[in-house]
Antibody, heavy 119, light 108 residues
């Protein structure tokens, strides 16, 4: 079964760091484009970051320079290292697989992990 | 950056109603438009990709249309399990696929 499971969320003080993990099963992370998408409480969906199968990485302006996306091929796991966290980073963080054919879409999603940035 | 808008932001409907949600892009995105359904406390679920292609396993009462800048999601006969928030997403401009602000469909 194709599945994504996020872990690593929690309560963290402003300025702190947190690393989110997204373990995949049923497919290979390194062969796919993988994204992080977040949703602040009561708000819509916001794309955060993507790592391409070739290893290129991209970030939303709101997190550039503070967040780092990476993967461990041996563990088939995607990561999001979040530094210098701010209150506005409080959200549910989802990892998602980006299907890349002629058209592109996010076809597999994890259930999400909650990050709360508060003192 | 491509901006996405949706209308209405919310609507109330009854079981059996035909429901239409509109999504507009700030520039032409051809057919690079996806629709997702999200229920409270759950992850988004892909419904429609490439503007009009139904994702495997999605009921046929869902349909999508449009190209360029204007798109619609139609639910032909609303079912109790369809009460949710619906998001459009452009996948024309990469990286970073922009989502619309969402349309909440609730029970009248």
């Amino acid at each position: 079964e194709v599945q994504l499971v996020e872990t690593g969320g929690g309560l963290i003080q402003p300025g702190g760091s947190l690393r989110l993990s997204c373990a995949a099963s049923g497919f290979t992370v390194s062969s796919n484009y993988m994204s992080w998408v977040r949703q602040a409480p009561g708000k819509g969906l916001e794309w955060v970051s993507v790592i391409y199968s070739g290893g290129s990485t991209y970030y939303a302006d709101s997190v550039k320079g503070r967040f780092t996306i990476s993967r461990d091929n041996s563990k088939n796991t995607l990561y999001l290292q979040m530094n210098s966290l701010r209150a506005e980073d409080t959200a549910v963080y989802y990892c998602a697989r980006e299907y890349q054919g002629y058209y592109y879409y996010m076809d597999v999603w994890g259930k999400g992990t909650t990050v709360t940035v508060s003192s | 950056d491509i901006q996405m808008t949706q209308s209405p932001s919310s609507l109330s409907a009854s079981v059996g109603d035909r429901v239409t949600i509109t999504c507009r892009a700030s520039q032409s995105i051809s057919s690079y438009l996806n629709w997702y359904q999200q229920k409270p406390g759950k992850a988004p679920k892909l419904l429609i990709y490439a503007a009009s292609s139904l994702q495997s396993g999605v009921p046929s009462r869902f349909s999508g249309s449009g190209s360029g800048t204007d798109f619609t999601l139609t639910i032909s006969s609303l079912q109790p399990e369809d009460f949710a928030t619906y998001y459009c997403q452009q996948s024309y401009s990469t990286p970073g696929f922009t989502f619309g602000p969402g349309t909440k469909v609730d029970i009248k």
